[in-house]
C-alpha cells in the first residue's frame, strides 16, 4: 500500500517522470545504437565540419575529420551511461558493507573503517581520479574503479549513520530478542527501511559519476576504444570559434542527462519524505 | 467559583471539520461551553477527541487546513471573529496565555530562560530595561524556582523537566493573564513533578483569581484541580458538572468507563501463589554507562547498582521507579539485550550472564519482552504475518508451522485473521501493542519483560491492554516482569513490586505489605504522590 503511494507520488511531479522517460530514452538509443548508426562512431564517412541539418543521413553535421556526430553522440551515451551505472553499483555495494559493518558492529571496527572512509574524503576527488585512470591506463574498468573509490565515503557515512539510528529501534530489538541472526536483522530488518535515503544518494552519486567519465574523457584519460561525449568536447574545443556545435551538442548531451538523472533524484527524495513520518511516532 | 462571577469565555456550537478522506468529519462537534472567571474548567478526552482543536481554535492557531465552520467564541462577551490579527495578537499572551504540554520544545534552545521571558515582556510593549529585568525574576521566584538570579541565565538543557515546566509557567504569567490555557501541561513528567506543578497552578490560579481552561486525559488530574468538567468524545460533548457532579456521580457510561479506568481494582483478585520454582534470577546485577569527557576524562553513570531479583512461575513481578531510576536498563539486562557489567542471570536456573550471543540466540524463546512504543516496536515495512513468524523461523521452525503459529498468537490476542496480510500504519495504537504482544508469544516463551508497554495508551485502552495479560497470563501460565512509572498500573497487576531509585531496588515485597506498610522513605513519597489518585480510587466501587 505504501508501495503504491511512494509511486504515485513519484509519477505525481512532472519533473522527476519526464527525467526518468528521459532517460529510459537515451538508455534504449544506446543500446540499440549499433543498429541505429551505420558503421562506427571513428567512422569519416562524410564532408568535415558539416553544419546540422544541412545533408540528409547526417542531421546534427559532422567534426573536423568528417565523423557523424549523431552517431557520436549515441556512442558517447553507451559510456556515459554505462560509466554511470557500473560506478554507482561498484559505489554502492563498497558503501553499503562499509557502512553495514562498521554502523551495526560499531566499536574499533567502525573507528577504523570511518578513519579510512576520511583519508579517501579529504583528497580533492578529481585530481584522486585522474591520477589513478593516469597510473592505470584508462579503460572502461579503471574509469568505474576510480569513480568508485572516491564516491564511496559519502554513501557509507549515511549507510553508517541509517544503521546506527535503525540499531536502536525498538523493532529491530525486538528482532534480536526474538533470535534473529545478525545477518538476517540487517537485510530483514535494518536494510528496507534505509532504502529511501539510500536510493535518493545513489542517484546523486550516478549524476557525479557521469560528470566525472566525462571530465576524464575531456582530459584525455577516456578509454580510448570508445566515443565518448567529453572527448568529442576534448576534440573540438580548438574549433569552438568556427564549429560551435560540435562542442555544443555533447555538452548539452551532458547537461541533460545529469540533469535527468538529479531531478530523478530530487523526484525520490520528495515521494519518499512523506512515508517516512508516519513510521516515527509523533 | 459561585456562579455569580462574570462569564469571561463563551463558545457556542463550536464546529470544526477535518479534511474530507480522514476517518472523522469533524475535530469538534457543537460544542458549547463556558468559562467564568477565576474557575478552572478541565475539558477531559482520549487522544481525538479533540480537546487540543479546542485550545488551538480558542487562540486562533488552527493548523493550515482546518477552520472553524460554525459557532461564536466570545471574551467578556465579544465576538473573537471580529478582531484583526494585531488585536488577536495583543490578546494572546497579555489576557490568554497558554501553557504546553512538552516544556523542552516549547522553550528556544539557544535563549537563556531569562531572555526569553523577557522577550514576552518587549514583545507586549514593556520598554525599560530594569523593570523587565526585575519582574522576569519575580516571576522565576513566583513559580517556585530556586536562585531566579542565577537559573536567568541558565539554558533551557541545564534545567530539569519540572524546572522547564515552571519557566513555561512563568512566561504565561508574564502579564497577569485572565485565562491560562494548560494543554496537558503535566503528562510529560513524573508523579512527583506532575504533582507539584499541579499544585503550583492551583495556587497561582487561587491567588491571582485567574481562570484556567486545563486540558488533560487523565481523570486523576482532574480530581486534582478541576472546579467544573466537560468530557468530550471523538469531538461530541459528552456531559459536565462541577467537579464532584462527574467523579462522584457520573450520568454517562463513557464517562464511568474513563473513571474506572484509573482505578486499581482489578477486575479479577489476584490468587495467592503456591511459591513456584524460580524462572529467572538475578544477583547483585551491575550496569555502567561511561561517556568521555574531554581528553583524559571519563564520567561514569551507574545504572544498576546491584540488583537481586527473583520471579517465580506464574507471578507478575512489578517495578516500579522515576525515569533514571534505571529500571529500563534493568530490563534490557534481563532479556539480554544489554550485557551487565557485574553479577549473575539465570533463565530457568542456567546461567545466561556470558553466554555469547550465538549461544544465547537459540534460548531466547523463553524470555520475551514486550516493548513501550506500539508505534517503534513495529518494522513498518513488514506485513503483521511476516513479523509475527520472524520468532518461530528464528528459533528453527518450519515456515508452515511458523504460519500456523502466527494465525494462533493472533487469535489469542484477539485480533482477526485478515491482519496477517495487513501493514502495521493500518492499525490503532491498542492493536499495535496487541500486535507487539503477539510476536513475542509466537516462540511460547515463560517469561515476559513489559517494559511501560502500556504508558503509551489511552486510559480505557490501557484497560484492555492489562486485561489481556492477565488472561494471558493465567491462560499460558506466563511470569511477568511489568516495568513501570505507575503505581496504579503496578498494584493492579503485580503479586510482588519492587521499587527502584538511583540504580538499586530499595523495598521489595508483597503488593498488598508494600503499599499497606511502605518502609523506605522513596516508596512512603512515591505513595504519597499517588495519594492525589486515592479519592477517584475510593469513588469506584
Known amino acids: 500500500m505504501r508501495d503504491s503511494s511512494v509511486w504515485q507520488r513519484f509519477i505525481g511531479q512532472p519533473a522527476a517522470l519526464i527525467g526518468a522517460l528521459f532517460l529510459l530514452l537515451l538508455g534504449l538509443l544506446a543500446v540499440t545504437a549499433p543498429w541505429l548508426c551505420q558503421g562506427s562512431p571513428w567512422e569519416m564517412n562524410t564532408t568535415p565540419m558539416l553544419a546540422p541539418f544541412t545533408q540528409a543521413g547526417h542531421w546534427l553535421g559532422s567534426d573536423m575529420l568528417g565523423r557523424d556526430l549523431a552517431t557520436g553522440l549515441l556512442y558517447g551515451a553507451r559510456v556515459s551511461l554505462s560509466v554511470g551505472v557500473l ?93 534473529q541472526a545478525p545477518l538476517a536483522i540487517v537485510f530483514r530488518q535494518i536494510l528496507p527501511n534505509a532504502l529511501a535515503p539510500l536510493l535518493v544518494t545513489l542517484s546523486f552519486v550516478m549524476a557525479t559519476a557521469i560528470l566525472t567519465e566525462a571530465a576524464l574523457a575531456f582530459l584525455g584519460l577516456g578509454d580510448p576504444d570508445a566515443m565518448s561525449w567529453g572527448y568529442m568536447i576534448n576534440a573540438s574545443r580548438g574549433m569552438l570559434r568556427d564549429a560551435w556545435w560540435m562542442s555544443l551538442m555533447p555538452g548539452l548531451a551532458i547537461l541533460f542527462c545529469v540533469l535527468a538523472v538529479n531531478r530523478v533524484g530530487e523526484g525520490l527524495r520528495i515521494a519518499f519524505e512523506p512515508a517516512r513520518r508516519p513510521g516515527d511516532s509523533t | 467559583m459561585s456562579a455569580a462571577q462574570p462569564i469571561l469565555l463563551d463558545v457556542e456550537h463550536l464546529r470544526i471539520a477535518l ?134 541565565h541558565a539554558y533551557p538543557f541545564e534545567l530539569s523537566g519540572g524546572q522547564r515546566q515552571r519557566v513555561v509557567i512563568a512566561m504565561a504569567l508574564a502579564f497577569a493573564p485572565k485565562l491560562l490555557i494548560a494543554d496537558e501541561p503535566t503528562s510529560a513528567l513524573d508523579v512527583t513533578t506532575q504533582r507539584q506543578i499541579l499544585d503550583l497552578l492551583r495556587r497561582i490560579q487561587r491567588e491571582q483569581g485567574m481562570a484556567m481552561l486545563f486540558i488533560t486525559h487523565d481523570f486523576a488530574v482532574v480530581e486534582a484541580i478541576a472546579d467544573r468538567v466537560l468530557v468530550l468524545q471523538k469531538g461530541h460533548y459528552v ?92 530490563g534490557r539486562c534481563l532479556v539480554r539485550l544489554l550485557r551487565s557489567d557485574g553479577g549473575s542471570l539465570h533463565w530457568h536456573g542456567r546461567d545466561v550472564t556470558d553466554l555469547p550471543e550465538a549461544r544465547l540466540r537459540g534460548q531466547r524463546g523463553e524470555v520475551q519482552m514486550i516493548f513501550q512504543d506500539p508505534f517503534a516496536s513495529l518494522n513498518p515495512r513488514q506485513r503483521i504475518g511476516t513479523q509475527l513468524m520472524t520468532g518461530p523461523l528464528a528459533q528453527g521452525r518450519s515456515p508452515a508451522q511458523a504460519a500456523e503459529k502466527a494465525r494462533e498468537v493472533l487469535g ?120 492525589l489518585h486515592a479519592p477517584v480510587l475510593e469513588a469506584t466501587p
Open chain 1, 87 to 179: 560506478a554507482t553499483l561498484a559505489t554502492l555495494l563498497t558503501g553499503l558493507l562499509v557502512g553495514a559493518l562498521a554502523g551495526y558492529f560499531g566499536g574499533w571496527l567502525d573507528a577504523v573503517l570511518m578513519r579510512v572512509a576520511e583519508f579517501f574524503q579529504i583528497i580533492p576527488q578529481l585530481v584522486l581520479a585522474v591520477i589513478l585512470v593516469a597510473v592505470l591506463e584508462p579503460s572502461l574498468g579503471t574509469i568505474v574503479l576510480a569513480i568508485a573509490l572516491v564516491a564511496w565515503p559519502a554513501v557509507a557515512r549515511l549507510v553508517r549513520s541509517e544503521f546506527l539510528s535503525l540499531r536502536q529501534r525498538e523493532f529491530v530489538q525486538a528482532a534480536r530478542v526474538l533470535g
Open chain 2, 19 to 152: 479534511p474530507s478522506g480522514g476517518d472523522r468529519s469533524h475535530a469538534l462537534h457543537d460544542l458549547s461551553l463556558h468559562v467564568r472567571e477565576g474557575e478552572c474548567l478541565c475539558v477531559v478526552g482520549e487522544s481525538g477527541s479533540g480537546k487540543s482543536m479546542l485550545a488551538k481554535a480558542l487562540l486562533r492557531l488552527l493548523p493550515a487546513p482546518l477552520k472553524i465552520e460554525h459557532g461564536t467564541l466570545r471574551w467578556r462577551g465579544e465576538d473573537l471573529a471580529n478582531l484583526d490579527e494585531p488585536a488577536m495578537r495583543a490578546l494572546r499572551g497579555r489576557d490568554i496565555s497558554m501553557v504546553f504540554q512538552e516544556p523542552m520544545s516549547a522553550l528556544n534552545p539557544l535563549l537563556s530562560v531569562g531572555r526569553q521571558i523577557d522577550e514576552t515582556l518587549q514583545a507586549h510593549g514593556v520598554k525599560d530595561r530594569a523593570q523587565r529585568r526585575a519582574r522576569v525574576v519575580e516571576l522565576l521566584g513566583y513559580v517556585g524556582l530556586p536562585d531566579p538570579e542565577r537559573l536567568y
Open chain 2, 239 to 330: 456531559e459536565a458538572g462541577t467537579a464532584a457532579q462527574v467523579l462522584g456521580a457520573p450520568q454517562q457510561d463513557y464517562t464511568r468507563q474513563l473513571i474506572a479506568a484509573v482505578s486499581a481494582a482489578p477486575d479479577h483478585p489476584r490468587p495467592t501463589l503456591a511459591p513456584g520454582k524460580p524462572v529467572l534470577q538475578a544477583q547483585q546485577l551491575e550496569k555502567h554507562f561511561s561517556r568521555r569527557l574531554g581528553w583524559w576524562g571519563r564520567r561514569t553513570t551507574r545504572a544498576l547498582a546491584g540488583v537481586d531479583l527473583q520471579l517465580a512461575e506464574g507471578e507478575t513481578l512489578g517495578i516500579v521507579g522515576e525515569s533514571g531510576s534505571g529500571k529500563s536498563t534493568l
Open chain 2, 412 to 531: 489469542l490476542v484477539g485480533l482477526p485473521e485478515t491482519a496477517l496480510a495487513r501493514y502495521p500504519h493500518e492499525f490503532s495504537g491498542g492493536q499495535r501493542q496487541r500486535i507487539g504482544i503477539a510476536r513475542a508469544l509466537a516462540v511460547e516463551p515463560k517469561v515476559l519483560i513489559a517494559d511501560e508497554c502500556v504508558s503509551a495508551l489511552d486510559a480505557l485502552i490501557q484497560v484492555q491492554i492489562l486485561e489481556l495479560l492477565e488472561d494471558l497470563q493465567r491462560r499460558l501460565k506466563l511470569s511477568i516482569v511489568f516495568i513501570t512509572h505507575d503505581l496504579r498500573v503496578a498494584a493492579r497487576l503485580s503479586d510482588r513490586i519492587a521499587v527502584m531509585q538511583a540504580g538499586q531496588v530499595v523495598e521489595q515485597g508483597a503488593t498488598a505489605a508494600l503499599l499497606g506498610q511502605p518502609n523506605h522513605p522513596y516508596t512512603r513519597r512515591l505513595l504519597q504522590d499517588f495519594a
